[in-house]
């Protein structure tokens, strides 16, 4: 059964175009789960100008290709594209080539997760599985499980249990 989930577009949001985009070889083997570490967004315009400042962070000041994860998720649920589906994204140094990068807007030490925005990542988990751009048996990290970093948050890290029992 395919699993569908309305994503939001780099179109839909106002993303510049990247410098180049470098396609994943096969489906990803790992997804790693971050949080921004910004300010927690709510409705669709205060998301795309937050979007537009991640991707010009990530361009101008990172060097980047592009903004940096493949998928961001609103404190309402709604998905947002980043790199999108079967790009190599930027998100866990040394731990790109076979992964996906989800990022949840906000500052988790301190946000609490929404369950909205936690059945998202569920479902587009699912979609991925389904449209083989998620290999089945993939692994599910947190940004801390493979880099120093706080990231994704206390709260988002303790979610992770509920994201690996429900894809």
Not at 34 to 39: D, F, V
Not at 46 to 54: G, N, P
Not at 102 to 107: K, L, P
Request: aromatic fraction near 8%; hydrophobic fraction near 35%; charged fraction near 15%.
């Amino acid at each position: 059964m395919e699993q569908t989930v309305n994503i939001v577009s780099r179109l839909q949001w106002g993303a510049a175009a990247p410098k180049q985009k470098e396609a994943l070889k096969g489906s990803a083997q790992r997804v790693v789960i971050h949080h921004t570490a910004l300010q927690n967004c709510r409705g669709l315009p205060d998301s795309k100008e937050h979007l537009v400042s991640i991707q010009s962070l990530h361009m101008n000041q990172r060097g980047f290709d592009d903004i940096g994860y493949n998928f961001l998720i609103g404190g309402d649920g709604t998905v947002f594209e980043g790199r999108g589906w079967g790009v190599v994204g930027a998100h866990t140094k040394g731990h790109n080539q076979d992964s996906l990068g989800i990022a949840f807007m906000g500052n988790f030490n301190s946000d609490k997760l929404s369950k909205e925005a936690l059945l998202s990542v569920k479902g587009l988990l699912l979609s991925g599985v389904s449209q083989n751009y998620i290999h089945p048996e993939f692994v599910l990290y947190g940004h801390r499980d493979l880099a120093n970093t706080q990231c994704p948050g206390d709260n988002v890290y303790a979610a992770l249990t509920h994201l690996r029992s429900g894809a």
